[in-house]
């Protein structure tokens, strides 16, 4: 696959990016659990190496080298604890949004911030009556001259709580469909009236901040528009293919991580004086993770590659977000099942791939929701 998709500008990003992890996210991995806490400060380093600025020209301190390298230094991440991918993943998203909807006086003041890693972002669109129903979103911004008066509620939203820059979908025109009424306001911290609560945890990827948001007579300046009034639902839907794409690479993360770590544990334990790796029950598992997962990132890096060349990827994105999803589930089940025992416990890795991957079967959109857009593009 390398020879399919990688070029020598990939080949050197990846040395680069693992020289980094290998330093900066490999030593505190496994703590990053245990203590449910990403350290902002290996954010920032991240964003000083440009890891958020793939997607991002030159201009506003991005490496422009494309979507796939974008998946790559997902994948990369992810490997190692992708807690500290999802923290990422919203700047990823906002900064895109911005790159391709905002205006030359907002790219100026927030994109540079944002691909720097310097300023965090978060993506604001789950209430609660608006889930995969994006379009029941009752968040409503009224015109008041000068501004906006922004007022409802967000949930299950990451980084609520360390984000700089939150940006929200709203309806600002409530006379219309809701896909034609819907825009986004970027709202900077400590705002008055925005109100974070973090009054949950995680059954896992332990280490993210996740809330509510509560908005109660936000006054947003009409220049923190993003695109037009009413452009909204349009810009999102977009965003969405980038996210499903990111997602997708996150969970391979985990898939790669969780067979590498099978495949080592199979070596060395002993069972009935051989090494486990050496029975076909053990050899068929470690096959069908490695089918598996290869049919994932294929099924990614052929997206990104579309995407690359221009073409609409909605499907594409939609198929490798539920595939990748359900594929990190079942690699990380099938490792613990091969770790035994010790699978079950947190002295091995193998618990905590299962836990992650189980949310991105949710997260972002379920797979469900994935497989009725793959349907309904078939069927056009």
Known sequence: MNNIFFTREHFVLIEDLQCFLKEELEPIKDEITKEKKVPLSLIRKMGEKRYFGPLICENYGGSNLGMIAHCLITE??????????????????????????????????????????????SICVTEEEAGSNVAGIKTIARDSGNEYILNGSKKYITNAGIADYYFIWCITNINVN????????????????????????????????????????VRVPKENLIGNEGSGFDSLMDTFNLERITLSSECNGISLAALESSKQYAKKRVQFERPISNFQIIKLKLADMSINLQAARLLTYSAAKLYEIGLNITKEASMAKAFSSETAVKVASEAVQIHGGAGYTDLYSVERYLRDARFFQIGGGTSEIQKLIVAREELK
């Open 178 to 217: 809701p896909r034609s009424g819907m825009s986004v306001l970027l709202v900077e911290k400590d705002t008055p009236g925005l109100i974070i609560e973090n009054p949950y945890e995680l059954m896992g990827i332990n280490g993210i901040y996740n809330g509510i948001i509560q908005l109660k007579d």
């Open 76 to 121: 990369e991440i992810s490997k190692l604890n992708v807690s500290v991918s999802v923290t990422r993943t919203p700047c990823i998203l906002d900064g895109y949004l911005l790159s391709h909807y905002g205006s030359d006086s907002q790219k100026q003041k927030y994109l540079t911030e944002i691909t720097s890693g310097r300023k965090l972002c």
